[in-house]
């Protein structure tokens, strides 16, 4: 490998499974290989579900050992969930799933203490029932000293050194996105302590070094630094999608579709609010202004349920169905909850006075039609709320292989959609770690790299937009 090429293991953990990806950098290239990937699969046990954080730990040190020697390690996962130390630095207890039922009703008893106006015009989150937040209020903390965000726990399980990134401690709704440091306003009147936080970490911070006996484990020769990247894995991906000048809409797609724009500055309106967009922190001063849509999570518990069949045969399948002949809403929380999907996204074409999807394919196309419709609402919506018109909607992550969605999501837009790169979230870690350590200029240099280096598909839009329009009437009950 010439010198000027530097190798970077980016740990990425998804809601459903882990991979540790190898970037390998220089001034005109960028490659991504696969060095291991593993499954997540959270445990229910009587007390609730659960992630298992050891089988996770354990994923990311064989992924290490398989990656082989590299520059840097960053990692980024999920937001919002967490894991609890003692005086000791022992994790105490599981990590609580953001789909665990503790948080119902917790919500509403916080806002009879801040209200909702109020708590967004502070902190800009979205009200999503999960939030960290409402986690910690939901929780009796077994006597924590400390709070470590997914991501930062499995940095100090390697490093031995504890740290609160940024872009995931803007996902907790106790940092004000104006200031973006932590808001002690909100968390004294909600009873939680800042303190359970360690010290926060931007993006392209030094995060420690491999411990020896990680060092021992992988085989890796030290000393290997690890990185803070956008350890949330949407400022990852945001951070890798491959758009020139302001004037674009992306959609992180994977279990969740994460769809809007990149700001210079928060929307804290109260019409923001009433629309449920979120402001979450970005690289270098950037806001992350997005509405949270259930995304490929309906599909993947379908898929589940109807025993794994082939994916590519069943989205042929569901393409020579009719268009937008039954919808959902895709933001819905009735959906959020593991179980018998088939059937509540049939009861909800019935209670709608839809017809009803029978069939496995007729099942994909009414999923497909409606994350394309939440897609295009969302587009729309941000670009009125912010006052940012885009030109062209940029698709990245697990969704870009998934044809029909992406020209659904072109033709519902009416806007060009560029789909790619797939494994975004671990493209802009790695992008974070080159720029760290010189290899990459700025966001704008990584963008461009992207764009050059990496496999992109252009979707036009096609058909009439009034079809669009009406399913959206449709779906509001007008």
Known sequence: ????????????????????????????????????????????????????????????????????????????????????????????????????????????????????????????????????????????????????????????????????????ASTTQLIDPRTRAWSYDIAERVGIDLELFAPLRQPGDPAGLLRPEVLEETGLRGPVPVTAVGSHDTASAVAAVPASGERFAYICTGTWSLAGLELDAPVLTEESRAANFTNELGLDGTVRYLRNIMGLWLLQECVRAWGDPDLGELLQDAAKVPALRSVVDAGDAVFLAPGRMPERIAEACRASGQPVPVSPAEVTRCILDSLALAHRKAVDEAQRLAGHPVDVVHVVGGGTRNALLCQLTADACGLPVVAGPTEAAALGNVLVQARAHGLVRDLAGGRELLTRTQPLTRYEPQGDSARWREAQARLAGD
Do not use: C
């Open 1 to 168: 490998m010439s010198a000027s090429v530097k190798s970077y293991a980016a740990v990425d953990l998804g809601a459903s499974s882990g991979r540790v990806m190898v970037g390998r950098v220089g001034p005109d290239s960028l490659e991504l290989s696969e060095a291991h990937r593993f499954v997540n699969r959270p445990v229910r046990v009587p007390e609730g579900l659960r992630w298992d954080i050891l089988s996770l730990y354990g994923g990311v040190l064989d992924g290490l050992k398989a990656a082989g020697q590299v520059d840097s390690v960053g990692i980024d996962s999920w937001a919002v969930d967490y894991g609890l130390l003692d005086a000791d630095g022992a994790l105490l207890g599981n990590p609580v799933h953001y789909r665990d039922s503790r948080t119902e009703g917790v919500a509403q008893k916080v806002w009879a203490t801040v209200p909702a106006p109020e708590l967004y015009a502070a902190t800009g989150l979205q009200y999503a029932p999960f939030n960290t937040l409402y986690q910690l209020v939901a929780d009796r903390l077994m006597g924590a000293q400390r709070l470590l965000l997914i991501p930062d726990l499995l940095t100090y399980w390697l490093t031995g050194e504890q740290g609160t990134e940024l872009t995931n």
